[in-house]
């Protein structure tokens, strides 16, 4: 089965960067969507990016839209989020994730069409 394991992860002060890595291994074919989302302490898991490869776009949350891209390499079968002007309220625990089949657009943002989930890797933004 399909295998996501993140990467990047760690602690940063306010106004720093990150870049994350997910790694996908055991699918059977190159899936359509990936992308990411985070929880924080006390919170339920939220939409942060994803990578269509169908329309080869990335779409972001509102909260984190110019400040963090999100790409894939289709040779290497990765995922990565670059994290830009982080912000104590980007802390949390985000996890790389692989769609349902060939998500509609507006499915993205729902955790209900991820199929598979990687472990998490935290990120703490704190002085």
Same mark, same amino acid.
């Given at each position: 089965?399909?295998?996501?394991?993140?990467?990047?992860?760690? &602690?940063?002060?306010?106004?720093?960067? %990150?870049? %994350?890595?997910?790694?996908?291994?055991?699918? /059977?074919?190159?899936?359509?969507?990936?992308? *990411?989302?985070?929880?924080?302490?006390?919170?339920?898991?939220?939409?942060?990016?994803?990578?269509?490869?169908?329309?080869?776009?990335? #779409?972001?949350?509102?909260?984190?839209?110019?400040?963090?891209?999100?790409?894939?390499? #289709?040779?290497?079968? /990765?995922?990565? &989020?670059?994290?830009?002007? %982080?912000?104590?309220?980007?802390?949390? %625990?985000?996890?790389?994730?692989? #769609?349902?089949?060939?998500?509609?657009?507006?499915?993205? *943002?729902?955790?209900?069409?991820?199929? #598979? *989930?990687?472990?998490?890797?935290?990120?703490?933004?704190?002085?």
């Amino acid at each position: 089965q399909v295998h996501l394991v993140e990467s990047g992860g760690g &602690l940063v002060q306010p106004g720093g960067s %990150l870049r %994350l890595s997910c790694a996908a291994s055991g699918g /059977t074919s190159t899936p359509n969507a990936m992308g *990411w989302f985070r929880q924080a302490s006390g919170k339920e898991r939220e939409f942060v990016a994803a990578f269509r490869r169908s329309t080869n776009n990335a #779409y972001y949350s509102s909260s984190v839209k110019g400040r963090f891209t999100a790409s894939r390499d #289709y040779t290497k079968n /990765t995922v990565d &989020l670059q994290m830009n002007s %982080l912000r104590p309220e980007d802390s949390g %625990l985000y996890y790389c994730v692989q #769609y349902r089949g060939n998500p509609i657009l507006s499915s993205l *943002w729902a955790a209900e069409a991820v199929d #598979y *989930w990687g472990q998490g890797t935290q990120v703490t933004v704190s002085s």
